[in-house]
Every structure is written in C-alpha cells, then in structure tokens.
C-alpha cells in the first residue's frame, strides 16, 4: 500500500514540477517576446486575437475623377479637377499628394511599390520557416495571410515546448506586422487582378486606411487620409495592369 501511495505522489509531484516549468517556460518566452522593445502598440495581447474577414469591393460606386497612373498601373482618383485643387508627386516607386482647400488638406494618398528586395520581407520567411518546420512560403499574400490568420491559442496542459514557442514566435510576428488600423479591422480583399488586405474603415472612424496589394511578385501599398470606403472602393476597382518587362 505504501509503496503505491509512494508511486502516485511521486507522479504528482512530476507532474507538478513538469507543469510549473512550462507554465514559468511561458511566461518567461511571453514576457520576452511582449517586450514594449518590438512594438508600438499598448494592447498587443488584444488585437493580436482579431484576424481576417473576407470583403468584396463596392465596384458600383461612381465619383467624379481624375486618370493617373505609377509605373505599369493605370487607376482613378475621386478628385474633382474643376473644383479640387490637386497636387500629385509621383517619384520613382511612389505617387504621393491629395487635394488642398486653403491651407488644409482635404484628402491624402500615399501610393507605392515596396522593392522585390525587401529584407523585411526575406526576414519574415526566415523567421516564419523556422516555426513551420522548415517550409519556407514563398508567395507575399499566402505569408501574410498565415501571420495576419493566427489567433493565439495557447493550452499549458496539453501543449508542449514546442507548440508554446510556435504560437508566441507567430504572436509577435503578426503584432510588428499589422499596420496601424490592424487593431480594429483586417479584411482580406480581392478581384482578378491581385489580393490583398485592408486594414481598419472609414465605417469604424479611421481617418486613415491602410491597403497592401499582391500581384505576383509584387507588393503595393495605399494608405488613403479622409477618404469614405466607396471611395476606396473606388480606386482599388479601377486599378489596371498594363504590360511591361519585368
């Protein structure tokens, strides 16, 4: 008898230790990878719980518009040339600049193309490679889509070493990568020309929305100022590909 009372508490008391060291194992990971070092935001363990919903495009919206264009992209801009005064910068990889009343802008966009070369970009397939068993991904939307699409679901009963330090790695990683707005709305968006994400709305008091593209190999980025949601609808529904060489 003594001899089993003996076995039983010795399996409860490793089990015990076994559970405190992935329980101090977590929280000491927790603490360093919540580090107000890696972010911005105040309420990471909030937001990070929001992911992806699918929205279509308003594509019957009509506005008054102006024609514009960045590299081998043709789109349209809601600005009123008879009426707006507009001032549009394109450089390079990025188009810049809105519509001024007075002194005060009225409506601001920031259009531009990220480089193929992004270290940013390598440095997150490294690091999402090293939790997912080796696989690498490749393609820009199905990585972010992977990152943006974890909800921390974390079971110190059932988890093991690993899963914990899966799920935290992959928890940080999306808290540095969700752009401002990402704490209140992600929306996957989509058409025959690209995918993307949007992040917050006009419709849940965001002045400013954020917008990344993927085409192929390429990663575009609208961040759009006082502009409605029709008419952000607007814009992304008339974007068009021309040809070019690569």
Same mark, same amino acid.
């Not at 059932?158 to 990402?182: C, E, Q, S, V, W």
């Given at each position: 008898?003594?001899?089993?009372?003996?076995?039983?508490?010795?399996?409860?008391?490793?089990?015990?230790?076994?559970?405190?060291?992935?329980?101090?194992?977590?929280?000491?990971?927790?603490?360093?990878?919540?580090?107000?070092?890696?972010?911005?935001?105040?309420?990471?363990?909030?937001?990070?719980?929001?992911?992806?919903?699918?929205?279509?495009?308003?594509?019957?919206?009509?506005?008054?518009?102006?024609?514009?264009?960045?590299?081998?992209?043709?789109?349209?801009?809601?600005?009123?040339?008879?009426?707006?005064?507009?001032?549009?910068?394109?450089? +390079?990889?990025?188009?810049?600049?809105?519509?001024? #009343?007075?002194? /005060?802008? $009225? !409506? @601001? =966009?920031?259009?531009?193309?990220?480089?193929?070369? +992004?270290?940013?970009?390598?440095?997150?397939?490294? #690091?999402?490679? /090293?939790? $997912? !068993? @080796? =696989?690498?991904?490749?393609?820009?939307?199905?990585?972010?889509?992977?990152?943006?699409?974890?909800?921390?679901?974390?079971?110190?009963?059932?988890?093991?070493?690993?899963?914990?330090?899966?799920?935290?790695?992959?928890?940080?990683?999306?808290?540095?990568?969700?752009?401002?707005?990402?704490?209140?709305?992600?929306?996957?968006?989509?058409?025959?020309?690209?995918?993307?994400?949007?992040?917050?709305?006009?419709?849940?008091?965001?002045?400013?929305?954020?917008?990344?593209?993927?085409?192929?190999?390429?990663?575009?980025?609208?961040?759009?100022?006082?502009?409605?949601?029709?008419?952000?609808?607007?814009?992304?529904?008339?974007?068009?590909?021309?040809?070019?060489?690569?």
């Amino acid at each position: 008898m003594k001899k089993k009372i003996i076995i039983v508490v010795s399996f409860f008391i490793v089990f015990l230790v076994y559970m405190g060291s992935k329980y101090v194992y977590y929280y000491v990971q927790e603490d360093a990878y919540y580090s107000s070092s890696f972010t911005g935001y105040d309420s990471e363990k909030d937001y990070v719980m929001l992911y992806p919903v699918n929205r279509k495009l308003n594509r019957d919206c009509m506005f008054t518009h102006i024609d514009t264009s960045l590299l081998h992209i043709k789109f349209k801009l809601p600005f009123n040339s008879a009426k707006d005064s507009i001032h549009l910068i394109s450089k +390079d990889n990025a188009l810049v600049g809105g519509t001024i #009343e007075g002194n /005060k802008q $009225n !409506k @601001g =966009i920031l259009f531009h193309l990220t480089s193929k070369s +992004d270290m940013v970009i390598e440095n997150l397939k490294d #690091e999402v490679a /090293k939790i $997912n !068993k @080796g =696989i690498r991904i490749e393609n820009n939307y199905e990585l972010y889509n992977k990152i943006y699409s974890h909800v921390p679901k974390m079971n110190l009963l059932l988890d093991n070493y690993d899963d914990i330090k899966y799920n935290l790695r992959l928890t940080k990683l999306k808290a540095i990568t969700l752009p401002n707005g990402g704490d209140k709305n992600i929306f996957r968006i989509y058409n025959a020309n690209y995918k993307g994400f949007q992040f917050c709305s006009p419709d849940n008091s965001c002045k400013t929305v954020t917008i990344t593209i993927f085409k192929e190999e390429e990663e575009w980025i609208f961040v759009f100022k006082s502009f409605t949601q029709d008419e952000i609808d607007f814009v992304l529904s008339s974007m068009e590909w021309k040809d070019h060489t690569r």
